[in-house]
Each structure stands twice: as C-alpha cells, then as structure tokens.
C-alpha cells in the first residue's frame, strides 16, 4: 500500500468536511488521424536520434546539431532561421514554421526543446556516452532523454503534419533553443528579451518540465505528469571574513563556522510541508488510481487532519518533498585556505545555496527573511538569480487534449498537473503570455529517471515512437475543427 493507517482513525476523519482537489477534465478525441507508416517513421527517428548523440553539445557547440537538422528542413523545404548572439555564434536558436492553411488561424502551437546537454564520464558508462549506439530496443547517449530524445519526437511530429497535408487551423514552431543546461541566457532567456516579435500570434508550448511514470508512485499504474507550474528560485552568494589562526586555540566563532550556522539556520526557514493549490490536484489524481482507503487520503491531501498523515510519505520522498516544500540545497562550500592545512582556521569562508519557492510565496518577503539572518550573522551575501514560480492554467483545450491523447495509449493511467522544482524555458516563455506545457511523453520506471545527468542515458525505441504519435496526434487533434 502506498500509506498505511489505522482503521479508528480512518473512521474518524471520514466524518470531517473535506477539500476535494479538481478532477481533471479530458476532451473527447476525434480520432482521425492520417494514415501514417509508423515502423517507417520509428526507423527514420531512431537514426536522426542516433546520429544527434554522436554530436557533442556539452553546454557548448549547438551549431552542429543545429546544422544537422537544418538538412533535414531543407530537404522537406521547411524555412527556418537562425537567432544567436552575435558574441556566442556556435550557441544558435533555429525556428522553424509551418503556417496555418486555413483563412482565419487560431493561435499557434510551439514545440520547444534544447541541444544542449550536460558533461558526463566516461568511465562510469557501459557504452561510449557519445556513441549514439543501438543495443537491446534502445538508443544510448548523454541526452537520449534530455533532452534529444524529445527533440526528435516533436521534429518528427512536425514533419508527419508536413508529410500528411492535413489542413493546418493553428501554425506550428519547432524550436530547439541553446544554453537550457547553464541558464538560457543564451537561449530561452535572450529569445523571449532579444526577440519576442518570433512567438506573435502563438497561445501554447510543449517542451519539457514533466515525464511519464510506471510503477515509480503507485504501483502497476503509468502516470503521466504534465507540467504545468514552476517553483520560483533564489540563489545566492556568502562570504564571511575574519582573522585566521590556529586550529588546536579556536575561537567562539571564525568565518567557516559562522557560514555553517548561517546556512543551517538558512535550511529551517519556512520548511513546513505546504498543500498548494498547485499540488492539491497532483494528489487528487494520483487518488483516482489508488485503492480505498488510500484515495480518500490522496483526494484529501490538504485536509488539516489529513495532511499530518501524509507527512512521513512526503518526507521519505524528495521528489514529494520538493513538490510541497520550500527547499534550499548548500552548493558551495569552501575557504580561503583551500586545501591546505587541516590545522589552519580560515580567515575567510565562501558558499553558495539554491533556494526553490512554492508558488503563492512572496518571494521579494523571502528574501527579505533571507537578508535579516544574513544581518544576524554578519554574512555577507548577493543574490545572483531571483525568479518568481509561474504557471499556465489547465482548464485549456491544450492540455485536456494533451492529456486525452496520453492516457488512452494505457489502461489504467491518468493524467497529474505536475509543479516542477526545476527551471525550463516555459518559465521564459510564460512571461510573453504563452500557456506553457511541460511532457517528456516516454513511460519511464526509476531506472530510466535515474540514468539523466547520470550514466548510461538511453530512451527505448518503443518510447521514442510512442512519443512521435502522442506529440502527433495532440496536434491533429488541436487542428481538426
């Protein structure tokens, strides 16, 4: 069971008025779909994959995985453009477009992705991380799932609407963006600055943010966790100065021990475990699948009585505990010292921490409380990013028709608004207007999850197909009339 409880009680809270969270609306799908020759189309992904690991985009060089798929647009005669800083030239954006075949268009539909992957070594991989290789129904690489793999699905999608010739009531983007891995500066962040006249006339986004789960929550059950908010971040910089000395006559206090106090006290601040409303119908989906008593619970997560149950569950999950928390993570320590002399005390201490808000959270107040314990300790500190959470709403024929398309391709799954505890480029593109989504649509089990920034990265082919026709057909669906 995914909770355990004791009878009495059960019958005890089930008398006490409860908060339902909202059930999650599915349209009706038409289901005419063009023929299309899938085994075809999953030989074609499965080489543009493999030949996109094989080029190394580790935080840098975009432009070659970019020129790749520029051959491929030119040879559907699809136009596109290039957007870069002139200053950073191998770190480009392509944009590419279909336009809308009818007389009065409804706003378009981005499909959004990034090149950039993270480093990886070598010696802990099974297979060479940039060898693109086919073994056992899979494709390996650093960014067969982050983020080339879904990259493909959608070009690939983009390029069946093509191919098909269905009459087209929305125009289409697809946009692979640099710099994701690093900040978007280069990317997300300059395109939506530098150029927003590219995203005019587009309502919605797919890109990453969320992923589709087997067996990971609920056991025998996929789940498919659509993205649909983000937590705000703060991170900042400390610095504590004093005298240096000797490490066997230590003092009350010295500069290392002061950042150490100043960031446990960091840690406490505002931790209790929040039911927002953004992860209230996260909770109540997951109940829709669960058995009784287990559903009561989850349908009722933010009950007062009910919530202190659930806590223990949360808080032996981080992936839960980020979801209902505002978490702060140290990621920098050191001094002035460096790694030398065990017996000396430092004269200066140095550290970072990253701090990940819930939305409905004044994060301008945040920092204010973050400022006061700096004062406290007579830390010195800079914030060098402060984002607020964002979200799109999901009463939109977008995500009802996203998430139809998803849970009818298995018994038995359902459909979570997923509040991400990382960044994407949606946050970027959320603050032009455009409702933003984030679906990775592979069923991945923990294994899969644990191999991104990890080794041994792979995707399966069935995935990579099941996500061209998921990303498809959530596309003719949004253009049929």
Known sequence: MFLNYRFLLFVFVIFVQCSFGSNIEYTTLKKSYPTTEWNKKKSEATKILSDLLKISTVRNNEINAVKY?????????????LYFDPKHPNRPNLVAEL???VTNPEPGIILANHLDTVE???KEWDVPPLSGKISDGRIWGRGAIDMKGMAVMELMAFLEVKRSGIPRKRKLMFLALADEESGSKLGGIYMTKKHPEVFKGYEYALNEGGVATKDIVIKGSTIFNIQYAEKGNIWIRAKVTGTSGHGSTPPQTYPALTLIEFFKELRELDSNIQITDETKSFFYQLGTISDFPNSFFLKNANNPLIKPLLTPTIRSNR???????NTKSITGLKTSEGENGENVIAGEALGRMDFRI???????AFCDKIRKIAEKHKVEIVFTDINPADESPIDTDFFRTLASVSVQKFPKSTVTPFLSPGKTDNSYLRRLGIKCYGLIPAVLESKDIDTMHGKNENISIENLELGMKIIFETLVEMNQS
């Open 69 to 81: 798929i520029q051959n491929i647009l030119k040879n559907e005669n699809i136009p596109y453009k």
């Open 99 to 101: 336009q809308a075949t």
């Open 120 to 122: 990886f070594d070598a």
């Open 319 to 325: 992936h839960l505990t980020a979801m209902t928390t």
């Open 358 to 364: 819930l939305p409905g959270v004044d994060i301008q």
